[in-house]
Structures are given as structure tokens and as C-alpha cells.
């Protein structure tokens, strides 16, 4: 069975400093691999989403970075952390193929307190 | 014209009663719109889905409703329970990519 590991569950960081999540995918190969950000009170605003190693596709600019270094794994960055990063960051992983279900499997999120 | 527009933002239900949120769309390529339901701390996941051929999908206590003339799809909680409260969020996928579009989300409350 497939299974997405995201790590830290919670990060409490100052202004200014760097960030980096992790997210693995197991049980399956060649996946779409998004980062989601859920700000408190709002929806899921999708950050970042890559259909293989190194293609990544940014949907909203902004003081964040991602990268796809291995097949099943999705690393989220910053260099200076704002205040305005705190949130909920979700990945999320759906299957590539000629059958789309559409069905995103999330992980099980990394609160990111900036202070 | 690619939103989803969700509503209510929050809703209180007494045990027992009916859950209905609703979405609406603009952009008519959509061609698939599922629901997903989120609980505190928790990553969101699928619920039930349901695509633009169908009017409507039932599995459970949980039923879409799908207007494809009004761009509006709905989800119905029967016999609504107080572990149904959670966070849900209605999302919908255009047919030349795989990525989800999701509303604002709802935070349902069922009291005992």
C-alpha cells in the first residue's frame, strides 16, 4: 500500500531563518507530488507540484522554493522566512497514468509557526 | 474563472440533522469534483466525488448534488454526527491537468 511521510509536524522558527520540509512517498512510483498551504481559517492554496524529478511548477510567487531531488521525494524551502509563512504545509501525492482519478493523497501536515 | 466558491464558511448542526454546503464554479472544462473532509491537525481526505455526467451520487449519509446548467454542486449529510465534525472542502479538476481546485472550506460542528 502507498503511504506519504511528511516531517517536522511542528516547527516554531524566527524571522529570517531558513526552512526546509520533507515529504516521501512509498508504495508506488512516478507520482504528481503537490505542496498545499492552509493559512488558519482559509483553504488549501497549492504552492507547488511536480510531475517528475526536478519539474516543478510554481503556482503562486512567493518567498518559498521546492524541489523534487529524488523520484518519490518533495522538499520544501525558504532561505528568509516572513512572518506571512506561518501555516499548515501539506504534500500531497496523486498517480500519474491514463487513468486520472483526480484523488490526491495528503500527508499529514507540518504546522510552521514564524515568530 | 478558475475559483471555487464555497459556502457557508461555518455551520452548526444539531445531531441528527441535515449538513448541506454548496459550491459553485465558473469554469464549465471542469470535468471532476470531489469532496474532501479534514479533521483538526489532520491532513484532508477524499470523501466522495462525483463527475458532470451524474446528477447525483450517493454513499452513505453522504450525497452530492451536481446542477451542471447552475455550475453548483452540493454535499448532503444525513443523520448528521458528531464525529462528522470536521473541516470540508469542495475542489474541482479541469480536464487538461491533474491539479485540484479547492474552495474555501466549511467547518461543520454536529452537537450532541
Known amino acids: 500500500s502507498q503511504t506519504i511521510h511528511q516531517w517536522p509536524a511542528t516547527l516554531v522558527q524566527p524571522v529570517g531563518s531558513p526552512l526546509s520540509l520533507e515529504c516521501t512517498v512509498e508504495g508506488t512510483s512516478n507520482p504528481n507530488l503537490y505542496w498545499y498551504r492552509q493559512a488558519a481559517g482559509r483553504g488549501l492554496q497549492l504552492l507547488f507540484y511536480?510531475?517528475?524529478?526536478?519539474?516543478i511548477s510554481s503556482e503562486v510567487p512567493q518567498n518559498l522554493s521546492a524541489s523534487r531531488p529524488q523520484d518519490r521525494q518533495f522538499i520544501l524551502s525558504s532561505k528568509k522566512l516572513l512572518l506571512s509563512d506561518s501555516g499548515f504545509y501539506l504534500c500531497?501525492?496523486?498517480?500519474?497514468?491514463?487513468?486520472?482519478?483526480?484523488?490526491?493523497?495528503f500527508g499529514e501536515g507540518s504546522r510552521l509557526t514564524v515568530l | 474563472q478558475q475559483q471555487v466558491k464555497q459556502s457557508p464558511q461555518s455551520l452548526i448542526v444539531q445531531k441528527g440533522g441535515i449538513s448541506i454546503i454548496n459550491c459553485a464554479y465558473e469554469?464549465?472544462?471542469?470535468?471532476?469534483f470531489p469532496w474532501y473532509q479534514q479533521f483538526p491537525g489532520k491532513g484532508p481526505a477524499l470523501l466522495i466525488a462525483i463527475r458532470p455526467d451524474v446528477s447525483e451520487k450517493k454513499e452513505g449519509r453522504f450525497t452530492i448534488s451536481f446542477n451542471k446548467s447552475a455550475k453548483q454542486f452540493s454535499l448532503h449529510i444525513m443523520d448528521s454526527q458528531p464525529g462528522d465534525s470536521a473541516t470540508y472542502f469542495c475542489?474541482?479538476?479541469?480536464?487538461?491537468?491533474?491539479?485540484?481546485?479547492f474552495g474555501q472550506g466549511t467547518e461543520l460542528s454536529v452537537k450532541p
Open positions: 469554469n464549465t472544462a471542469f470535468d471532476y
Open positions: 475542489a474541482a479538476r479541469g480536464n487538461q491537468g491533474g491539479k485540484l481546485i
Open positions: 511536480s510531475i517528475g524529478i526536478d519539474q
Open positions: 500531497a501525492w496523486s498517480r500519474q497514468g491514463r487513468v486520472r482519478t483526480g484523488e490526491l493523497f
